[in-house]
């Protein structure tokens, strides 16, 4: 857009209504021209990200669902035991001069050694941290690997030791306290609900005094009844 060529055209006078709209037709075309050139920009510097995720999609849309669970569960693992190289890491990495690092989000390392992406970190959500104390503190990151662990050995041998079966009840449960809490609860219900015919069952004697079964048979033994 020639600057000198808008500059003189906004000089001059509106010779009526005409001539206005004239005016604000250009500046809706150089509105139009400016962004088509941010968009081009845009493409210039994410080019090669965009083509990259086109691909990725494309990838991902031939494969059925067992492969996209495979790979999850595989990029999971994979992510896992990086977390659990870097906390065994951390106490040796103080001791060592300090280094270049081209990994300032410290962000999982993948198969090949290098970090993971970034977009592949917030989807999974691997940066929520879930402790669980049934599991002894025992830390979990990511949505897939905390929903997961509950009918892991970790869990069930946690549940075992207070004597509480890992049922679905407990699912989302991590705190010993209401573990505990909601499994009295469970037996007080289970108890509530069997019949107890001794207790429950009731008699009627010849006066029309009603007694549960217990108290009808034990007066009629002793001649009261």
């Known amino acids: 857009i020639n600057a000198e060529y808008m500059g003189a055209d906004a000089a001059q006078p509106a010779a009526g209504g005409k001539l206005g709209k004239k005016q604000r037709r250009k500046q809706f075309y150089r509105k139009i021209a400016i962004l088509e050139m941010k968009i081009q920009r845009y493409l210039e510097q994410l080019g090669d990200i965009l083509l990259a995720t086109l691909n990725n999609i494309e990838k991902k849309q031939t494969r059925t669902r067992e492969e996209l669970n495979m790979e999850l569960e595989r990029e999971e693992e994979q992510t896992r035991r990086a977390l659990l190289k870097k906390t065994d890491d951390d106490s040796s990495d103080e001791e060592e001069a300090p280094t270049i690092r081209d990994n300032p989000l410290d962000l999982p390392l993948g198969w090949d050694g290098k970090p993971i992406p970034y977009w592949l970190y917030k989807l999974h959500g691997l940066g929520i941290e879930y402790k669980c104390e049934l599991c002894s503190n025992y830390s979990y990151y990511g949505p897939r690997a905390f929903e997961r662990h509950f009918q892991e050995w970790r869990h069930a041998h946690g549940m ?65 009844i």
């Open 160 to 224: 075992r030791c207070l004597g509480i079966p890992n049922t679905r009840h407990f699912h989302h449960v991590t705190k010993i306290h209401d573990a505990m809490a909601l499994w009295d609860k469970i037996r007080y219900e289970s108890n509530v609900k069997v019949w107890r015919p001794e207790t429950e069952q009731e008699y009627e004697d010849h006066e029309g005094h009603v007694f549960n079964k217990k108290t009808y048979e034990d007066m009629r033994r002793q001649g009261l």
